[in-house]
Structures are given as C-alpha cells and as structure tokens.
C-alpha cells in the first residue's frame, strides 16, 4: 500500500517490476508508474480548475479511460472536487480488481464506479447514457486510437486530457508510425520537442473536427519521457471550421536556417522541408495556468508542488510570450551564425530591451521563445559574442 497525494493504493508488489536495467513499471501485472506522480499531481489541479471555472452544472461526470490502478480516479474524487464522480476503467480484469479495491479503501463507492472493458467501448456507451464533461485518457504509447472516442464522449464545455508517451514518433525520429498513428508528415528538428507537441495537438483538433467539434489546449507540455495536453471541446461545425482555418496548418523546417517556422516560407532564402499538419495555435492559455498557480497555495502536501510551480511560472511566460511561434534553439542558430554559444539570459534580456517579448522555455535549457523575427535574435546573437 502506499500513498499518493491524499490518496491510498494498493499496488502490485515493486518486486515484479524488478529488471536488468532498474525499475521497470511496465513490467508489473497491474501498471503504477512512481515517477508520474508529477503528471498526476498537474493533473488533480487541472481539474480543480476546469470544475471551478467552466463546469457550473454540477455534478461533473468523468471517465478515467486506462485506468491502471485507479489512482487517477481517486485522486479527482479526494482532491480535485467533491463535485466529481468517476468513471474508472481498464481492460485487463487484474487492473480491474486494484480499481475496485482502492475504491473502497478510499470509501469512494459512491463517487467512483469500476468498469473492466475497452476504453473506446466505454466511452461510446457512456456517453450515450449521460453527458460527460472530463475525459481523460492515459495510455502506454500513444493516445492515438482513443482521441475520435473521447472527443466524441466528452459534451460542448468539457475538458479532455491526453498523455502521449510516444515521443520519438511524434518528434521525427519514427516518420512512418508518425504517418500512420498521426497522419503527418514529419522531419527531425532542432526543435522537435515542441514540433511533437504541436503533433499531437493538430491530430486531436482533426480527430474532433470530425465530430463537428473544435478544441482549445488549456494547458500542454513536455515533461520526462510524456506530452500531457489539456483541451476545451465545443461542438459545433462552424466552430470546427474555424479552428482548423486558424489553428491547424503546416510549419517548415529550414535547415540552412536551422530552424523551423509555422507556415509554409523560411526566414532565410531557401525551400525548407514541410511538416504538418500541425496545431499552429496558443499551446497554453495564460490565465488557466494563473489559476493552478494560485489553487497550488492550497495545494501544500502535493510531493512534486515545486517543480509544478516552477513549471506553471515558466509556461505563463511562454504563454504570454506569443500565440504562435516556435522557439529558438540557440545552439543550432550558434552553429551557422557565430562561434560560440551566447548567454541565454543575456539575449533575453537584450532582445527584450529592444521592445520584443523573450523567455526562456520549458522544452529545451538552450531554447528560447520571442516573438522577435529570425534576423533580430540572429543579430542579437553576434552582438553577444
Ligand atoms: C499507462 S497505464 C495507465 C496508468 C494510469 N492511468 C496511471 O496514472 O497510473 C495504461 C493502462 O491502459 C490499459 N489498457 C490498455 N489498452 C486498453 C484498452 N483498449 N481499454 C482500456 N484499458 C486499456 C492497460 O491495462 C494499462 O493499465
């Protein structure tokens, strides 16, 4: 049994997750990652907030769709609100047995139900039997073959969260499994961490629109070896038509440039390579990420509360830097342009003296974000060496 937030688990012994190479969570008959428990922890204050500020019709259905455990689900019912109640499912019966044990050592019978099915299955029948306002889905690899399901399940207002763990085909290095899980076309870039994202982002606004629904990411990153993503549905094909005329298109990878741009044109004269379809739109909504800044006061046994903080800062800069743009990667700018690498902080600050907006960003210890053009930060790099 251990604890988790103001939760308790029981969870399969660590022991049968004993390999060559460490810890490994995959290999337990039922899966609990520890190390998520930073995903989670975002995840119980995501929630808090959405309820808060955009569920007013109360209770909030949800459906917790990979379940494992069950700890997501509790943890929405102990932490998040009492205004919750959970759906909590997986499909292999030995995940089933944990949901329901952790359900009654957490007195939670009537708050959270067990299922033991597919999630997809699920899904479509839930939402046929009452309207569901948070969907959350949190899979091994990919999220891929449950986004047409959830976005389908969850009703006009409500928030549906994905996990993606399959980095390396979101971020180029798998173009195949990249075409046939997301339907892009990809290259490997200097900033791939936040192309994968954007990836994901433009699959799932596709995936809606397909059920006459548009989406808005809330809260999105890049964290360990995930993308977690946090998005708005509405329904409505006017609106779906609007988000992908606004919000889904391609970016291009300028390799003399070294780097990449939403659109289909290079800051430099060359003909780069195309990528897409992509989200192109606001990764994050400022205020969303102001309010879980303000709810983790509340918030003070969370295990992982300082590094959530310091993750939600930075993505408020980020989020008020610019709607869409992708940040720089001094080092690959650094590699065709001057000798060394300049001080992050001191491009930072001198491109802000210049009147434009700069901040460091949460995908890359050399990245920066700015809504400066191409030539600017390049100057700014020479004058800095
Ligand atoms: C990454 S684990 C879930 C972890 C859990 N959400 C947590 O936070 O600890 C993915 C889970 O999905 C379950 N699963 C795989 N395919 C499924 C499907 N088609 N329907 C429902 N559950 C499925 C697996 O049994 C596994 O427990």
Redesign the pocket.
């Known amino acids: 049994m251990v604890r988790e937030g103001r939760a308790l688990l029981l969870i399969p012994d660590p022991e049968t997750a004993r390999a060559p190479h460490g810890f490994e969570?995959?290999w337990m008959p039922?899966?609990?990652?520890p190390r998520?428990v930073f995903?989670?922890d975002v995840s119980v204050l995501a929630v808090r907030i959405y309820v808060e500020r955009y569920a007013p019709h109360k209770p909030v259905h949800a459906v917790?769709?990979?379940?494992?455990?069950?700890?997501?689900a509790v943890r929405y019912a102990v932490e998040s609100t009492s205004e919750i109640l959970v759906h909590a499912?997986?499909?292999?019966p030995r995940?089933c047995q944990l949901i329901r044990e952790n359900i009654a050592l957490n007195r939670l019978a009537d708050r959270v139900t067990p299922h033991c099915?597919?999630?997809?299955?699920?899904l479509e029948t839930i939402r046929r039997e009452e309207p569901i306002l948070l969907a959350?889905i949190?899979?091994?690899g990919s999220p891929a073959?449950?986004a047409h399901a959830a976005i389908r399940a969850v009703g006009h207002g409500g928030l549906a969260a994905f996990?993606a763990?399959d980095l390396a085909v979101l971020e180029g290095s798998k173009r195949r499994a990249a075409t046939r899980k997301y339907w892009v076309s990809i290259a490997k870039t200097p900033e791939s961490k936040e192309i994968g994202l954007r990836v994901l982002l433009g699959y799932i606004a596709r995936a809606a629109a397909s059920s006459d629904k548009a989406v808005r990411p809330v809260l999105s990153y890049y964290a360990d070896h995930y993308y977690r993503v946090y998005m708005l549905v509405s329904r409505g094909a006017r609106k779906a038509d609007n988000m992908l005329e606004r919000h889904v298109g391609n970016a291009v990878y300028c390799q003399q440039a070294r780097k990449t741009v939403l659109g289909d044109e290079c800051p430099s004269d060359e003909k780069g390579t195309i990528i897409g379809p992509v989200w192109t739109g606001p990764l994050s909504d400022g205020e969303f990420i102001s309010a879980l800044l303000n709810a983790l006061e509340g918030y003070e046994y969370l295990e992982t509360r300082e590094r959530t903080r310091k993750l939600l800062q930075l993505l408020y800069e980020e989020a008020s830097v610019c709607d869409s743009c992708i940040f720089y990667r001094l080092d690959a700018l650094a590699s065709v342009h001057t000798p060394r690498i300049p001080k992050i902080s001191a491009v930072i600050d001198n491109l802000r003296g210049m009147g434009y907006r700069a901040s460091r960003t949460h995908f890359h210890p050399m990245g920066l974000r700015t809504n400066a053009p191409y030539e600017a930060v390049v100057s700014v790099l020479r004058a800095h060496l």
Request: hydrophobic share 40%; net charge negative; proline share 8%.
């Open positions: 969570p995959a039922v899966f609990y990652n998520m995903n989670r917790d769709a990979l379940s494992g455990t069950g700890v997501r499912n997986d499909i292999d995940a099915t597919d999630a997809n299955a699920l959350d949190d899979p091994f073959p449950f996990t763990t």
